[in-house]
């Protein structure tokens, strides 16, 4: 039985980050991804969002679809330290993986660091920093 996304492992939904923001970079949408691993859009949808368990051998199959190494999609997997992923990456993984109220609220939150941490620069100039900042992450 599925289990849902309020009893989702954060792994599982740090690994569907990573697949979604994977797919976005290249342009894909979840219906292009799943009919390059063989599976429907849903059950893409149910991996980004964590509401499924994505198996190891449908990982790898995912990886070698978005052309990346499991590593890219696996936080803390013993490649690469987590350091050398980049904390603007982290931080969009974790973005991604909330409902999109809750990214709204995020940004709002990452606005007014911005605007705490440059008292001289206008608010909309800050705004777009981090909107940019979160975007193009």
């Given amino acids: 039985?599925?289990?849902?996304?309020?009893?989702?492992?954060?792994?599982?939904?740090?690994?569907?980050?990573?697949i979604r923001a994977r797919r976005n970079d290249l342009g894909w949408s979840q219906a292009d991804l799943a009919s390059?691993?063989?599976v429907?859009?849903?059950?893409?949808?149910k991996y980004e969002t964590g509401a499924n368990r994505v198996a190891a051998t449908t990982l790898?199959?995912?990886?070698?679809g978005l052309g990346c190494s499991l590593s890219d999609l696996v936080p803390g997997d013993g490649g690469a330290p987590e350091t050398d992923?980049?904390?603007?990456q982290?931080?969009?993984?974790?973005?991604?993986a909330l409902p999109e109220d809750q990214q709204r609220l995020l940004l709002?939150?990452?606005?007014?660091?911005?605007?705490?941490?440059?008292?001289?620069a206008p608010a909309p100039i800050a705004?777009?920093?981090?909107s940019s900042a979160l975007s193009a992450a």
């Fill in 40 to 45: 429907t859009y849903q059950q893409v949808q």
């Fill in 85 to 88: 992923v980049g904390l603007v």
């Fill in 108 to 120: 709002d939150v990452a606005h007014g660091f911005l605007r705490a941490g440059r008292p001289h």
């Fill in 1 to 18: 039985m599925p289990r849902s996304s309020s009893t989702s492992n954060s792994l599982d939904v740090l690994i569907g980050a990573a």
């Fill in 36 to 38: 390059r691993i063989g």
């Fill in 127 to 130: 705004a777009a920093a981090a």
């Fill in 90 to 96: 982290q931080l969009r993984a974790a973005a991604l």
């Fill in 60 to 64: 790898a199959g995912i990886a070698a």
